[in-house]
Structure formats: C-alpha cells, structure tokens
C-alpha cells in the first residue's frame, strides 16, 4: 500500500514568492491534515479536512495561507506572500477516519521550505 | 489549555532501557499517542493509550495514568538504529486533534 505522498521534497524560495505544497493521502482515507514542524518543535495543525470540507483552520494564518481539497482526495496548500519565518517543514498526514481506533495519523515525508 | 512537556533530549548505550516522559494538559484530553521520527524523515506512529495502565508493542510499552496527567515511553533492548526524536501527543476533543509535545531526542551510544 502506497504511503502519504508529497512534493516537492525541497523548496528554496525569495521572501514574497508564493509557495505550493500537493499531498496525495492513503487511498480511502477521508481525513486529511497539514502540519509545519519548526526545527527542534513537534508538528503544528494548520487545518484538517473530512474529504473536501475544511473543518479545523483555526491555526490557519488566513491572510497568507489557503488550502484546497478539491474531490476530497488530494490537497494543495500555499503560502502568498512568503516570510522568512514560514521556513519548515510542511506535513501532509492521513486518516481513515479522526475517530478510528488509535487515532493513527499516517505521515508523508514533507517538504522543506527555506525562505532566503 | 492543550500543551504537553517532555524532556528535551536523552542519552543511553545500546542495550539499555530508557523512560521518556510526557505530562499534559487535561482539557479535552482523549489519548495519549507516542510517535517516532528519525532525522529528515516522517513521524511513525507507535502506540496510544486511551485507558489507564501499560501497552506493550514488542520492545517499546507506553504507559497512561489520568489521575496524574502523566504518560511515559518505555524502550527496551536499545538499539542504535533507535536514536530518533519521539513525541508524545495528546489526542483531544474526541479524536479531532493532536497536540504534539516539542520532543525528545534519543541518542543511543554504542
């Protein structure tokens, strides 16, 4: 079974650049996540999806920040203008459901943004 | 609030056992979940605790107590390829969100 997938793995922009990040989740996975990991932090939520509906965004920095989950199966996220302190690591995570029975998030590998 | 703390690194020679800790907030606290994250890579879930008491996975077991809002990780039988960060995350408001602690990293000395 394929995992999360994401790219790019690496993205070195200019502050003000815009910024895109695609996820693709686990086939049949219907909840969708995107965290940034600081370096030496845990990983943040930005928002959570329940297939194309946005349900969490409170973490969401909305005057620069958007996502998308158009079909409710792969998702966009992007950063317009970008800052010198949105560099990270974006994570894409899946779930079949937020209420399974561990609560396992399944994580795609990230991707690193620096933003010169 | 939702926060949780745990130490910020750990140091310990293969074979060895090691504790990590995990104190957290109680406000919306569901579970507790422990997950494992080797340098540039994902986070790898490795077990949850809803209830009270141990839950045993091979050699790693985490351990839930509610009473004192505390958790802890335990790994036996350290291995050099288990040098990683390890979060603890509290599952809260039924299952909607987690919360990861800032993390733990394990270094494991020949």
């Known amino acids: 079974e394929a995992g999360v997938v994401q790219s790019p793995r690496y993205k070195i922009i200019e502050k003000k650049q815009p910024v895109a990040f695609w996820c693709n989740p686990i086939s049949g996975h219907n909840t969708l996540y995107w965290y940034r990991q600081n370096l030496g932090q845990g990983p943040e939520l930005l928002i959570r999806y329940e297939n194309e509906e946005a349900v969490d965004d409170s973490q969401l920095p909305k005057d620069r920040f958007s996502a998308e989950r158009l079909k409710g199966v792969d998702s966009t996220l992007k950063i317009q203008p970008a800052e010198l302190g949105d560099s990270a690591v974006y994570l894409c995570?899946?779930?079949?459901?937020?209420?399974?029975?561990?609560?396992?998030?399944?994580f795609g590998p990230g991707t690193r943004l620096t933003v010169l | 609030g939702q926060s949780l703390e745990q130490p910020s690194e750990v140091t310990a020679v293969e074979g060895a056992i090691v504790q990590i800790n995990c104190t957290y907030q109680t406000s919306g606290f569901y579970g507790l979940s422990w997950y494992q994250q080797h340098d540039g890579g994902a986070p790898t879930f490795l077990s949850y605790n809803a209830l009270d008491g141990l839950e045993e996975t091979g050699r790693f077991s985490s351990f839930l107590s509610r009473s004192d809002s505390y958790g802890y990780l335990l790994l036996q039988e350290l291995q050099m390829k288990d040098s990683a960060s390890y979060f603890c995350a509290g599952v809260y408001n039924q299952g909607g969100k987690l919360i990861f602690g800032q993390g733990t990293e394990l270094s494991v000395k020949p």
């Open positions: 995570a899946s779930s079949p459901n937020p209420f399974s029975k561990d609560n396992e998030q399944f």
